[in-house]
Nanobody
Framework: QVQLVESGGGLVQYGGSLRLSCAASGLIFKSNFMAWYRQTPGNQRELVASITSDGSTEYADSVKGRFTISRGNAKNTLYLQMNNLKAEDTAVYYC????????????????WGQGTQVTVSS
């Protein structure tokens, strides 16, 4: 089993910054694709940013130039630096990881964290 735990959410003023963290633990052999998603009530979960095992990143157009995704030295940690936050960034942010697990062979499994609330006040 693998667990993802997000932290770092909270209430921030318009134009402020927050840094989200995601710590993965469990029978992890290798983390491949990792990403941050966000979801607001009544809407589908949307991809915010992603990073591959070789460090390639992609961003939603709405966050380009403001958000930065990165992986920690342990490779099983994920960060999202969010700057110049706007009201429309308010959402629950979820960490997502695609991993090879010990005992799982070559199968890749997807895991989700429980989410962390980010609220931007105007």
């Amino acid at each position: 089993q693998v667990q993802l735990v997000e932290s770092g959410g909270g209430l921030v003023q318009y134009g402020g910054s927050l840094r989200l963290s995601c710590a993965a633990s469990g029978l992890i052999f290798k983390s491949n694709f990792m990403a941050w998603y966000r979801q607001t009530p009544g809407n589908q979960r949307e991809l915010v940013a992603s990073i591959t095992s070789d460090g390639s990143t992609e961003y939603a157009d709405s966050v380009k130039g403001r958000f930065t995704i990165s992986r920690g030295n342990a490779k099983n940690t994920l960060y999202l630096q969010m700057n110049n936050l706007k009201a429309e960034d308010t959402a629950v942010y979820y960490c997502n990881a695609h991993m090879l697990v010990i005992g799982g062979g070559r199968n890749e499994y997807a895991y989700w964290g429980q989410g962390t609330q980010v609220t931007v006040s105007s």
